[in-house]
């Protein structure tokens, strides 16, 4: 399994991004594809999963800002980030493994940088 995460970049506190994680691999619908972030200074943290059914997870911190979706014909999984906040800084990872993923990771993506001015 191969992940390919891209979408990251500069933007100012209440502007949006999408990040995309393209999935490739023979066994990539048998996981649970999702999102981390790691801030300068802090150990990484869950974002939130999909399943390949589209049943999703997120971190509580999360709920209301960030949506994930699922694009099953292309194996590529989106984050819509919304209302962002300078503490959303950080680098994105896009990861799979076993629902619901938050302890247990199998693949991990490069990371996608994220930096929200204030």
């Known amino acids: 399994v191969q992940l390919q995460a891209s979408g990251g970049g500069l933007v100012q506190a209440g502007g949006s991004l999408r990040l995309s994680c393209a999935a490739s691999?023979?066994?990539?619908?048998?996981?649970?594809l999702g999102w981390f972030r790691q801030a300068p200074g802090k150990e990484r943290e869950f974002v939130a999963a999909?399943?390949?059914?589209?049943?999703?997870y997120y971190a509580d911190s999360m709920k209301g800002r960030f949506t994930i979706s699922r694009h099953n014909a292309n194996n590529t999984v989106y984050l819509q980030m919304n209302s962002l906040e300078p503490d959303d800084t950080g680098v994105y990872y896009c990861?799979?493994?076993?629902?619901?993923?938050?302890?247990?990771?199998?693949?991990w993506g490069q990371g996608t940088l994220v930096t929200v001015s204030s």
């Open positions: 990861a799979a493994g076993p629902w619901p993923l938050v302890r247990v990771t199998k693949y």
């Open positions: 691999g023979r066994t990539i619908s048998s996981y649970a």
């Open positions: 999909i399943k390949w059914s589209g049943s999703t």
